[in-house]
């Protein structure tokens, strides 16, 4: 069995803009709409010769239902199936109440949890990530899923206990 990484996090945040870019394909819609896409989505990828498997999600609606019915659904699923899981925030709009209800939601989970902070290029990534501190879920990785940068090393910490 390959070691599984799941992409959660609310609609919008860039999950599968970093789906695809790790498994280097198209097939997950990337879109403007929140919450497009609408099922789990498996890809393959591959760094420094170790494959895994990558979980895209639709994402987590935090808002207009509660936490417990928004996590039973496919977004819960995949964080059962995974071996690590990174969960995504949008580095420019800062903290949401989405995003805390989720953090509650993976702070209870016995499952590595990497807190990443997407679309920080072209701002200043420091300042846009101090605020995600108060999710309480340690480290915050800023990357851009869009350009790449910070992705493999992200990878390669996820992935370090395989
Ligand atoms: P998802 O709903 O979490 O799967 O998010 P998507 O991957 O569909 O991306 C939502 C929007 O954010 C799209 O317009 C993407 O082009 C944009 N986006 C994703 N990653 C980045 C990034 O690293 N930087 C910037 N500036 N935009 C991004
Ligand atoms: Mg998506």
Redesign the pocket.
Known sequence: MLPVIALVGR??V????L?NRLTRTRD????DFP???RDRKYGQAKIEELEYLVI????IHGDEEGIDAEMANQSLQAIDEADAILFLVDARTGVNASDQAIAQHLRMQNKQVFLVANKTDGIDADSAIADFYSLALGEVHPIAAAQGRGVNVLIELALKPF
Do not use: C, E, I, R
């Open positions: 609609p919008n860039g999950k599968s803009t789906f997950a819609l990337v879109a919450g497009l896409t895209d999600t639709g994402g």
